[in-house]
């Protein structure tokens, strides 16, 4: 395997990692934690998980593959219950959808070329690097609402044995 395909398959991989991870914080959230800003300032699950689909879209969607970047950041972040989490979480789970596809479909010189996003300059390795850890450092920020919301254990690796030594 080359380097693209295996940096292709890891970041695939950690993102479905995180996608599992927000689909059982969404099945614990309850409905009135969903939009819940703590103190009035913190971020809300919603409000994150807008966040996160702006994100991916902008990075992958549109600085990768292409797509116009349509993305209104401040949006995501005054959003107060104005959607359903069910149409939040599958705008997410299609927006993780597209990008997937476009990360599948990239070759080497796509991720080697330099692109401006953001007001950043980033190969598209790196726009993907990106767009890969700012996914799983909100889905602890998601993990942790649920968790201190609802007192409840969330289980992301019931069943596996994450004591086994490397070999």
């Keep these: 395997m080359d380097w693209t395909e295996d940096f292709k398959e890891n970041t695939l991989f950690r993102m479905d990692e995180s996608v599992r991870m927000l689909a059982i914080c969404m099945e614990k959230v309850p409905d009135g934690l969903f939009w819940h800003r703590e103190h009035g300032v913190l971020n809300s699950v919603g409000n994150l998980m807008l966040h996160l689909s702006g994100n991916i879209r902008q990075y992958i969607i549109s600085g990768l593959g292409g797509a116009p970047d349509s993305r209104e950041r401040d949006m995501e972040f005054e959003a107060v219950q104005q959607s359903g989490r069910a149409e939040v979480w599958a705008g997410f ?15 080497a010189a796509d991720l080697l070329e330099k692109r401006n996003v953001q007001g950043f300059t980033f190969s598209g390795m790196g726009l993907v690097i990106h767009a890969v850890e700012h996914l799983s450092y909100h889905t602890g920020q998601i993990a942790f609402i649920v968790k201190a919301g609802t007192g409840q254990q969330l289980g992301f690796y019931d069943g596996l044995d994450l004591t086994t030594k490397n070999s």
């Design 93 to 107: 789970q299609e927006t993780v959808r597209e990008a997937q596809a476009v990360i599948r479909g990239a070759q």
